[in-house]
């Protein structure tokens, strides 16, 4: 039926990007078109069916099988895969209690669940990897440095901890890091850390990288602590710092160990740290890695010597700054930059600021003027707009233009050579956006744009029924022509995609036959005859095939009447065998109605005959 509404379609191959021009476009392609592993496949089987599986205990949380147990490798995925798809509960996260499973890289990020859930799951395992990144407020941080001292073995073994966006009381001040010996890894991302708190920190005797991005820290001199072992730092859009420039570029001048630097900022605050920084000869000899993303007064003379001087180096971060578009960056070997200069520097700023919404943005705004006129297939770029989508649902301006961009690198015969599974994912975010913001019109747009897509629309799977509701609505709305048009052609093939059941379940079916009707009827006054009419024909012999429900609806809105006078005004055979199709199906649900009417009066007539012929023998 699809083809048949639409001849000019023929069935789709994935045409694969080549693997020398674009080596991680095809690679995508390869492990997007492949097939779930078995490992993950079982998880997935585990987890939908948790509650049937475990028994419960008395305080209502579920327990495990006794006779299971679980590997640290697969345990560590299990809990990985509970916690991506938000099925981590108190009443859940029970089943890694006792030693049945045995963890070592925890990831709870984005997770509710309550501090005592918290302690009693994962405190008595032996940890040496953390990520409690945005956790609900239940578990705030200092009750998850707390737990994790509760275990000796964790205090002398926790090498990496991530507590990104975690709450902190308002009567919680020093956080006590330095029960743990052995962490080298800590980054405490848009987290209330104060100066004391990086005192704390600075002590720890293994410390080799440190976020401190976002926090309340207004002085890093005690960064001098450590200064003969770390050797990564991050101290992006740090707002409240009071040093003084020549204050701050000493204490970095001290930290010679340092690979890596981080002082990008929002391009907003015009800060000039970075432009003095470059300025600086003798300063982070053995950097291999400067972001500096967002830094005002930056030009491309003044980042080319800075690296000239530093051969070594392996990246730069040049994002919403002026610089980046000399031949220089494109030239030199093994250098890796984000920035917005060209496709290649706009994929490396997805991919490194995939975490930071205000880089995500200028990154999306950059790819969208890019691929105004792609007429390149590139699906390792989409699969950055989608993790941008997914680490922002919330973020309006992420998501309008990340479905831009989306659109201009499906447009046309662009999606034919993306993955179904990457497609399917890129359309539920779009869905999931129109949620969170579904006042939006022009997301709206995009999504609608989006669906018309015939391999979107056919090809790949999505929540049809959700699709239904969304561009019924929209079309209720008495759009420009244009938009009209195309929410018409998309209810015409998403209604051929619906059960019965479905279709009869739509609170907005009533609205739809009656503006599809009311489209008929302008076009037949208007004696024409153009694509909208023949959309809208097919949209209503789609609705009404198989569904009493809409047969109904298109009857009791004069639906036979209005159609009789199309048979009346135009004479093309297109046009005739959809009306008389049309008009066939409700005629006959039209004779059965009236059948089935006729057969229960004559029952109930015979059934008071009957009472009456009792009445009076009696």
Same mark, same amino acid.
């Given at each position: 039926m699809v083809h048949f509404l639409h001849p000019g379609h023929t069935p789709r191959n994935i045409v694969p990007p080549d693997a020398q021009k674009d080596a991680l476009g095809f690679c995508v392609v390869q492990e997007e078109a492949s097939p779930y592993t078995l490992v993950n496949i079982c998880l997935n089987v585990l987890?939908?069916?948790?509650? #049937?599986? /475990? *028994?419960?205990?008395?305080?209502? $949380?579920?327990? +495990?099988?006794?006779?299971?147990?679980?590997?640290?490798?697969?345990?560590?995925?299990?809990?990985?895969?509970?916690?991506?798809?938000?099925?981590?509960?108190?009443? $859940?996260?029970?089943?890694?209690?006792?030693?049945?499973?045995?963890?070592?890289?925890?990831?709870?990020?984005?997770?509710?669940?309550?501090?005592?859930?918290?302690?009693?799951?994962? /405190?008595?395992?032996?940890?040496?990897?953390?990520?409690?990144?945005?956790?609900?407020?239940?578990?705030?941080?200092?009750?998850?440095?707390?737990?994790?001292?509760?275990? *000796?073995?964790?205090?002398?073994?926790?090498? /990496?901890? +991530?507590?990104d966006s975690t709450s902190i009381p308002q009567n919680s001040r020093l956080l006590f890091f330095s029960q743990l010996t052995s962490l080298r890894i800590l980054s405490v991302f848009n987290v209330c850390?104060?100066?004391?708190?990086?005192?704390?920190?600075?002590?720890?005797?293994?410390?080799? *990288?440190?976020?401190?991005?976002? $926090?309340?820290?207004?002085?890093?001199?005690?960064?001098?602590?450590?200064?003969?072992?770390? =050797? *990564?730092?991050?101290?992006?859009?740090?707002?409240?710092?009071?040093? $003084? =420039?020549?204050?701050?570029?000493?204490?970095?001048?001290?930290?010679?160990?340092?690979?890596?630097?981080?002082?990008?900022?929002?391009?907003?605050? #015009?800060?000039?740290?970075?432009?003095?920084?470059?300025?600086?000869?003798?300063?982070?000899?053995?950097?291999?890695?400067?972001?500096?993303?967002?830094?005002? /007064?930056?030009?491309?003379e003044a980042v080319e010597l800075f690296i000239r001087q530093r051969p070594a180096m392996q990246f730069v971060g040049l994002l919403a700054t002026d610089a980046g578009y000399s031949d220089f960056f494109t030239t030199k070997q093994g250098l890796r930059v984000a920035g917005g200069a060209s496709m290649s520097q706009i994929s490396e700023a997805l991919s490194r600021y995939r975490n930071r919404s205000c880089f995500m943005k200028e990154a999306l705004y950059r790819l969208f003027t890019e691929t105004f006129s792609m007429e390149v297939t590139m699906p390792a770029i989409l699969k950055l707009v989608a993790v941008g989508m997914r680490n922002h649902p919330l973020d309006l301006q992420v998501q309008f233009t990340a479905s831009a961009c989306a659109l201009n690198l499906t447009h046309q015969g662009l999606a034919k050579g993306m993955p179904v599974r990457l497609l399917s994912e890129v359309t539920c975010l779009l869905f999931k956006a129109l949620k969170n913001f579904p006042h939006y019109q022009q997301l709206q747009k995009n999504c609608l744009l989006s669906l018309t897509n015939s391999r979107i629309l056919v090809d790949v799977p999505f929540d049809r029924f959700d699709a239904a509701k969304f561009v019924m609505r929209w079309l209720c709305k008495h759009e420009n022509p244009k938009m009209q048009t195309m929410a018409v052609s998309v209810t015409s093939i998403l209604a051929l995609q619906l059960s019965p059941e479905q279709t009869a379940q739509l609170e907005e079916l009533f609205m739809a036959v009656k503006e599809l009707l009311a489209i008929v009827k302008q076009k037949t006054t208007e004696n024409l005859d153009d694509v909208t009419l023949l959309f809208t024909l097919k949209a209503l012999w789609n609705l009404t095939d198989g569904s009493p429900a809409a047969c109904k609806h298109f009857i009791e809105n004069q639906g036979l009447e209005i159609f009789i006078q199309v048979l009346e005004t135009f004479s093309e055979s297109a046009i005739q065998s959809k009306v008389l199709g049309l008009l066939v199906l409700n005629s006959l649900k039209t004779w059965r109605d009236c059948a089935l009417s006729s057969c229960i009066s004559h029952i109930q007539d015979s059934q008071q005959s009957r009472c009456e012929r009792l009445h009076r023998e009696e």
């Open positions: 987890i939908a069916n948790l509650e #049937k599986l /475990c *028994s419960e205990r008395p305080d209502g $949380t579920l327990c +495990l099988p006794e006779h299971w147990s679980f590997p640290q490798e697969v345990a560590d995925r299990f809990l990985r895969v509970m916690t991506w798809q938000g099925k981590l509960t108190d009443r $859940t996260a029970s089943i890694f209690r006792g030693n049945q499973m045995k963890l070592k890289l925890v990831n709870i990020q984005k997770a509710k669940i309550s501090t005592a859930a918290f302690i009693k799951a994962f /405190c008595h395992h032996k940890l040496i990897e953390l990520n409690a990144t945005a956790v609900h407020a239940d578990l705030p941080v200092p009750d998850i440095i707390s737990g994790l001292c509760s275990n *000796s073995w964790i205090q002398q073994n926790l090498q /990496c901890l +991530l507590l850390f104060h100066t004391e708190d990086l005192a704390n920190v600075s002590q720890l005797p293994r410390l080799e *990288s440190l976020d401190i991005s976002n $926090t309340l820290v207004t002085d890093i001199s005690a960064l001098l602590t450590c200064k003969d072992r770390l =050797k *990564s730092l991050t101290m992006h859009y740090l707002k409240c710092l009071t040093m $003084t =420039k020549p204050q701050i570029l000493a204490v970095i001048r001290e930290l010679k160990c340092l690979l890596h630097l981080d002082v990008s900022d929002h391009r907003q605050l #015009k800060s000039d740290l970075a432009f003095h920084l470059l300025q600086q000869k003798d300063i982070l000899p053995n950097v291999v890695s400067l972001d500096i993303s967002g830094g005002n /007064c930056i030009t491309d």
